[in-house]
Nanobody, 120 residues
């Protein structure tokens, strides 16, 4: 199995920055795509950004130019640099990963979530 441990959430004023980190550990053959989703109050969970092993990225339109996703393949860690934060970014942010486990199957895994609150 794969465990995802997040860190870096918190409270920040509008216009500020935060950096989220998520490290994958456990028993797996490979970590494939990694990324971040978020769920705001009364909203459905939505994709924020994804990054492949090769570094190809995908962002939701509302965060393009403000958020940057990156990863350290050697450390199985993904980061999300969030700049120019606004109240609309307030949400619980969840780390996501696809991993190939020793039996050869690929599964999706989720972190426990970290709260990001942006005050106006």
């Amino acid at each position: 199995q794969v465990q995802l441990v997040e860190s870096g959430g918190g409270l920040v004023q509008a216009g500020g920055s935060l950096r989220l980190s998520c490290a994958a550990s456990g028993s797996f053959l490979s970590i494939n795509a990694m990324g971040w989703y978020r769920q705001g109050p009364g909203k459905q969970r939505e994709l924020v950004a994804l990054i492949t092993t090769g570094g190809r990225t995908n962002y939701r339109d509302s965060v393009k130019g403000r958020f940057t996703i990156s990863r350290d393949n050697a450390e199985n860690t993904v980061y999300l640099q969030m700049d120019s934060l606004g109240p609309e970014d307030t949400a619980v942010y969840y780390c996501y990963s696809q991993a190939t486990v020793p039996v050869g199957s690929t599964y999706s895994y989720w972190g426990q979530g970290t709260q990001v609150t942006v005050s106006s």
